[in-house]
T-cell receptor
Framework: KQEVTQIPAALSVPEGENLVLNCSFT??????LQWFRQDPGKGLTSLLL?????REQTSGRLNASLDKSSGRSTLYIAASQPGDSATYLC????????FGAGTRLFVKA | DAGVIQSPRHEVTEMGQEVTLRCKPI?????LFWYRQTMMRGLELLIY????????DSGMPEDRFSAKMPNASFSTLKIQPSEPRDSAVYFC???????????FGPGTRLTVT
C-alpha cells in the first residue's frame, strides 16, 4: 500500500530564502508525482506534474524533481516571497492517487 | 474554461438527513475524482470514474456514501443518512484519462450537526 510522507510538516523562512520541500513515497510504481498548493479555506492548485519517465519539471521559481529509485521528490522554491505562504501537498499518481499530509510554509516579510 | 464547478459551496445539515454534493468537471476531461479532507486524516480519495464508469470506490467509508456519474458533465456524491463525523471538505477533481494533471474544484464544506 502506497504511503506518502512530507517533511517538514511546517516551515518558516525569511523572505528571499531558497527552500526545499521533501516528499517520499514507498511504492516506486507510480504514473506521476504532482505538487499542489492549498491556501487556507481554498481548493488545491496544481503547481507541477512530473511523469514517471521524467526527472524534473520547472515553472518560474519552482522546480520539482523525481527520483523513483529512492522514492523521493523535492520541490525547490527560489527567492521565496510572502505570497508563497500556503500548504504544499505532493500526490503520487498510480492506480490510486495518494496525498501526503502537506508542508505548511510561512514566508516572513 | 470555468474549471471544475462544485455545488453547494457550504452545506449545514442535521444528523440523519440526506446530503447531495454536485460536481461538473472540466469539459473534455474523462476522469473524475471525489476526495474528502479533514484535519485528522488529510486528503483521501473516495472514488474515481473513468469515462463515467466507477473504477475504484474502495475509499468510500461506508454504505451510507454513494456516487454516480450519469454523464460526462455531471457527478453526485450522496450521503444518506449523514452523521456528524461526515463533516469535512469534499473536493471534486477532473483530469484527462490516464496520467495527467488533476484539477480541483473549490470544494464543498459540509457540517453535520
Amino acid at each position: 500500500k502506497q504511503e506518502v510522507t512530507q517533511i517538514p510538516a511546517a516551515l518558516s523562512v525569511p523572505e528571499g530564502e531558497n527552500l526545499v520541500l521533501n516528499c517520499s513515497f514507498t511504492d516506486s510504481a507510480i504514473y506521476n508525482l504532482q505538487w499542489f498548493r492549498q491556501d487556507p479555506g481554498k481548493g488545491l492548485t496544481s503547481l507541477l506534474l512530473i511523469q514517471s519517465s521524467q526527472r524534473e519539471q520547472t515553472s518560474g521559481r519552482l522546480n520539482a524533481s523525481l527520483d523513483k529509485s529512492s522514492g523521493r521528490s523535492t520541490l525547490y522554491i527560489a527567492a521565496s516571497q510572502p505570497g508563497d505562504s500556503a500548504t504544499y501537498l505532493c500526490a503520487s499518481g498510480g492506480f490510486k492517487t495518494i496525498f501526503g499530509a502537506g508542508t505548511r510554509l510561512f514566508v516572513k516579510a | 474554461d470555468a474549471g471544475v464547478i462544485q455545488s453547494p459551496r457550504h452545506e449545514v445539515t442535521e444528523m440523519g438527513q440526506e446530503v447531495t454534493l454536485r460536481c461538473k468537471p472540466i469539459s473534455g476531461h474523462n476522469s473524475l475524482f471525489w476526495y474528502r479532507q479533514t484535519m485528522m486524516r488529510g486528503l483521501e480519495l473516495l472514488i474515481y470514474f473513468n469515462n463515467n464508469v466507477p473504477i475504484d470506490d474502495s475509499g468510500m467509508p461506508e454504505d451510507r456514501f454513494s456516487a454516480k456519474m450519469p454523464n460526462a458533465s455531471f457527478s453526485t456524491l450522496k450521503i444518506q443518512p449523514s452523521e456528524p463525523r461526515d463533516s469535512a471538505v469534499y473536493f471534486c477533481a477532473s483530469s484527462l484519462l490516464g496520467r495527467y494533471e488533476q484539477y480541483f474544484g473549490p470544494g464543498t464544506r459540509l457540517t453535520v450537526t
